[in-house]
């Protein structure tokens, strides 16, 4: 757990740092406001209540969007082969770099999880792969298309199953 706190420090950018005071400034002034406005308990309560809410959320959301915007790509699945003298699977994509920005490297991941006719079901088993497999590109340039290739193994899955695939560049 603390090699994957301080990997996550590392990776932070300074757009993240930015963020993060103005979530921090957010926070302190919905409290001077509730301090202000003590005598009137809804309005003192209700921005204490704003506060706390942004302090919790604002940090999460924000990097969330934040990264969708600056490190916008596009992967798009090809072709997927199972072998059949081999316990693997092959997975072909492309992954399109649609920022304005370079990309130094991007971890490309393909997630294989069980199907089942059940929408509900197949929705959770999505969130827990049972198979997964990361790869990681060097240097996309703006608006480079690259194609890729992931071997996924050992695959000894019999049943029916998808594959999905996520990037997370920078």
């Known amino acids: 757990m603390k090699e994957k706190i301080t990997a996550f420090i590392d990776g932070l950018i300074p757009y993240d740092y930015a963020l993060f005071g103005a979530v ?29 809410t942004t302090l919790l959320a604002g940090p999460t959301l924000g990097y969330i969007k934040l990264h969708e915007y600056l490190f916008k790509n596009s992967l798009t699945l ?7 003298f081999s316990e693997a699977v092959i997975v072909y994509g492309t992954l399109t770099n649609e920022s304005k920005s370079y990309f130094k490297e991007c971890r490309i991941t393909a997630n294989a999880y069980a199907v089942t006719s059940n929408k509900y079901k197949n929705y959770l088993k999505k969130l827990k792969p049972f198979q997964k497999m990361s790869i990681v590109e060097k240097g996309i340039a703006v608006s480079e298309s690259r194609n890729f290739k992931i071997i996924v193994e050992p695959f000894t899955y019999s049943r029916d199953y ?3 695939l996520g990037a997370d560049c920078k």
């Open 24 to 52: 921090f400034l957010l926070f302190i002034l919905f409290i001077i406001i509730a301090l202000m406005l003590r005598r009137k308990v809804i309005f003192s309560l209700f921005f204490i209540l704003l506060a706390f």
């Open 78 to 84: 090809t072709s997927q082969k199972r072998l059949h």
């Open 162 to 164: 998808n594959i999905s």
